[in-house]
């Protein structure tokens, strides 16, 4: 069946450091690629997506680049700050209306 | 524009008593998945609702049950609750046939003891 697995936890950053979050999955064919954020007792917030090789999802300094041939989705941000402490999750899915498939999620933690 | 609401935001339950949760969807979408966060986990899939007919299921026991009003909202009922069943539970909502993004709701964290 389809899977996403994804660095485990916890990441610990200093502010303004560099963030790499790595993810991968197994699916057949080509499912869309997505990073959820969960902040401190909040439910699910979509950071970004890409729905096809080569894509590059960004968002807020976010990105992550859809990577067919390492089946990879690997989120990253050049200079963190103290705001993005959350668990963040990868996952798939092949439309709005089949279910998202999601990583056990990792925790970052950023220090001033 | 209203969000993905779900009610209540806490609940606490005893062992073998039922519970209900409810979600109104994002406007404008009009199907409903469920899933189910242990904690320290990612959300499991429950089952989803669209025209008010459960369209699919994950891995959940046939305690786990739905229902999808006309309006689009949603309950997630639970029979005879169990210690495991502690978890936050997400609704999700998206429109058929559109773009592959479902929209979450906070959550409702059930405890039960």
């Known amino acids: 069946g389809n899977s996403v697995t994804q660095m485990e936890g916890p990441v610990t950053l200093s502010e303004e450091a560099f963030l790499t979050i790595n993810c991968t999955y197994t699916?057949?064919?080509?499912?869309?690629l997505f990073w959820y954020v969960q902040y401190p007792g909040e439910g699910l917030q979509l950071l970004l997506k890409?729905?096809?090789?080569?894509d590059k999802g960004s968002n807020k300094g976010f990105e992550a680049t859809y990577r067919k041939e390492t089946t990879s989705f690997h989120l990253e941000k050049g200079s963190v700050q103290v705001s993005d402490s959350a668990v963040y999750f990868c996952a798939l899915s092949y439309s709005g209306n089949t279910p998202l498939v999601f990583g056990k999620g990792t925790r970052l933690s950023v220090i001033a | 524009d209203a969000g993905v609401t779900q009610s209540p935001t806490h609940l606490i339950k005893t062992r073998g008593q039922q519970v209900t949760l409810r979600c109104s969807p994002k406007s404008g979408h009009d199907t409903v998945s469920w899933y189910q966060q242990a904690l320290g986990q990612g959300p499991q899939f429950i089952f989803q609702y669209y025209e008010e007919e459960e369209r699919q299921r994950g891995n959940f026991p046939d305690r786990f049950s739905g229902h999808q009003f006309p309006n689009y909202s949603s309950e997630l009922n639970v029979n005879a609750l169990l210690l495991g069943d502690s978890a936050l539970y997400l609704c999700?909502?998206?429109?058929?046939?559109?773009?592959?993004?479902?929209?979450f709701g906070p959550g409702t964290r059930l405890t039960v003891t």
């Open positions: 699916a057949t064919g080509y499912p869309s």
């Open positions: 999700a909502s998206s429109q058929t046939g559109t773009s592959y993004e479902q929209y």
């Open positions: 890409a729905t096809k090789a080569d």
